[in-house]
């Protein structure tokens, strides 16, 4: 039974935007959401996170005032709003839920979050 479901992922050139979704079951919606992304050859690394409970935001230094994260509790969506692309932001999105809120706290990694998406790419060309 698939939990998590990314879409909105594509390719675009610098300075392009792109938005992407994660649509959430009524188990997986919930604590600590967030966004990871993993490069051919790198390390999966967390991107954007919300604290579901008050909408508390975290977000890595490389995205800082071009990404935004966002939740919608009725349709159990949360999004990334991705603006000012690069092409180091290529890469393999994934959505993450755990439903322990101090997920969102400390710096947690991948390892901590237990619900996964599948993926979506995202390509930025120069």
């Known amino acids: 039974q698939v939990q998590l479901v990314e879409s909105g992922g594509g390719s675009v050139q610098a300075g392009g935007s792109l938005r992407l979704s994660c649509a959430a079951s009524?188990?997986?919606?919930?604590?600590?959401m967030g966004w990871f992304r993993q490069a051919p050859g790198k390390e999966r690394e967390g991107v954007a996170r919300?604290?579901?409970?008050?909408?508390?935001?975290a977000y890595a230094d490389s995205v800082k005032g071009r990404f935004t994260i966002s939740q919608d509790n009725a349709k159990k969506i949360i999004s990334l709003q991705m603006n000012s692309l690069k092409p180091e932001d290529t890469a393999m999105y994934y959505c993450a839920a755990d439903p322990r809120r101090n997920r969102c706290y400390g710096g947690r990694g991948s390892a901590d979050f237990y619900w996964w998406g599948q993926g979506t790419q995202v390509t930025v060309s120069s």
């Open positions: 919300i604290d579901t409970g008050d909408g508390t935001t």
């Open positions: 009524v188990y997986t919606f919930g604590g600590c």
